[in-house]
Nanobody, 126 residues
Framework: QVQLVESGGGLVQTGGSLRLACAAS????????VAWFRQAPGEEREYVAG????????YYADSVRGRFSISRDNAKNTVYLQMNGLNPEDTAVYSC???????????????????WGQGTQVTVSS
């Protein structure tokens, strides 16, 4: 049984930081493409950052580049998202996802991923 569990969300002020974690069981992250997505109320789900399945490539959405950083700890089978310089536009439910057969052209599409966590709420006050 595959399970992805996010943690680390919360309420912060503008300019603050949070570190999200996604812990996996039932799969090994190093064998999967892994990504963070977010979805704000009334908005479509948005790709935030992720790793390719192979090749060691890292990707970021333009909206978070330079502020967010994705990393992983293979020993803990956990992927992190360090978020700095948060602003109210970052308010959303953040979810991690893993896909075994994600190709480069669909890496930013949620439909490409096989497994999803339930998400963690990030709220940034103005």
């Amino acid at each position: 049984q595959v399970q992805l569990v996010e943690s680390g969300g919360g309420l912060v002020q503008t300019g603050g930081s949070l570190r999200l974690a996604c812990a996996a069981s039932g799969l090994t992250f190093s064998r999967y493409a892994v990504a963070w997505f977010r979805q704000a109320p009334g908005e479509e789900r948005e790709y935030v950052a992720g790793f390719s399945r192979t090749g060691g490539y890292t990707y970021y959405a333009d909206s978070v580049r330079g502020r967010f950083s994705i990393s992983r700890d293979n020993a803990k089978n956990t992927v992190y998202l360090q978020m700095n310089g948060l602003n109210p536009e970052d308010t959303a439910v953040y979810s991690c996802a893993a896909g075994q057969r994600v190709i480069t052209s669909s890496l930013r599409l949620g439909a490409a991923y096989d497994y999803w966590g339930q998400g963690t709420q990030v709220t940034v006050s103005s």
